[in-house]
């Protein structure tokens, strides 16, 4: 065979190693495409899964954004079910069963390995009130107004915006009136900070987080209101806690019927 023959030769021009594909399983596919290393891969998720490794990843703030988050879910917290929206790394759901004395936690998440990381972590007493399920957080097999308050923490960033889309409405649908809502994320585009203006680390922000740009530009609560309203649901926001200059934020929302009840 003559080397033009094999330069043309389909089978071999068309061979990329595309590592990602052996992760699909029934995971949508941006999440095996994008974010395998970090979330499917064994070793990964045992890599991840350490403190100091989660701290360094957020700058330093991940005990302040755990502690803000646990406060917004558990003062004065509706009566009813809680819902932890995909699994966390860190000990962000141990502390959370904690704090819910003896309530059950729901959990859910698309990835078995990040179920399996999860329960790893709890005692065996505390096992029996952690509810976990596989599932999309696009298609949740919940019924609705099933909870009263739903958690977020550092989802909605990785998700592309038609899932985006598809995760908020279905979060909008289980979310009971009078219950509430709880979003720990990276604040609105931080066009002044200096992880932003130093151009370096914002690409490789955006090489590793390649739906973060998106998610900078849009307007979260304008969203949730229409999500909420395509469920005969209105949304008012009762609290915003911001860390480091405005990268982070935990936001509060308060999600009722149309005629406040």
Known sequence: MSPGHRKNNPT??????????????AHPEYLA?????????????????????????????????????????????????????TCVYGSLTPSLIKS???????????ADVQLDATRQKFSDKEKSRL????????????????????????????LPPAARERTLDETLRVLQPGGRLVITEYGQYPRQHFLCRWWPMRILLLRLEPFLDDFW?????????????AHNKTLRQVDEFHCFSRFYRVC???VNSPDGE
Not at 12 to 25: A, G, I, Q, S
Not at 41 to 58: K, S
Not at 100 to 110: A, E, G, N, P, R
Not at 217 to 226: E, K, P
Request: net charge positive; hydrophobic share 45%.
């Open 12 to 25: 071999k021009k068309n061979r990329p190693t595309e590592v990602w594909r052996h992760f699909l399983d």
């Open 131 to 158: 509810l976990a399920a596989r599932m999309n957080a696009e298609h949740l097999a919940y019924c609705d107004n099933a909870f009263s308050t739903v958690l977020m923490f550092f989802l909605l960033h990785e």
């Open 217 to 229: 530009h849009q307007d979260l609560f304008a969203i949730l209101s229409r999500h909420a309203k």
């Open 252 to 254: 509060v929302f308060e």
């Open 33 to 85: 495409r994008h974010y395998w290393w970090a979330y499917l891969w064994r070793f990964g998720v045992w890599f991840f899964d350490h403190q100091p490794i989660i701290n360094a990843i957020l700058f330093g703030q991940y005990s302040s954004l755990k502690t803000q988050a646990l406060h917004a879910c558990m003062t004065n917290r509706p009566k009813g079910r809680l819902l932890q929206l």
């Open 100 to 110: 819910m004395k003896d309530d059950d936690l729901y959990l859910m998440d698309v």
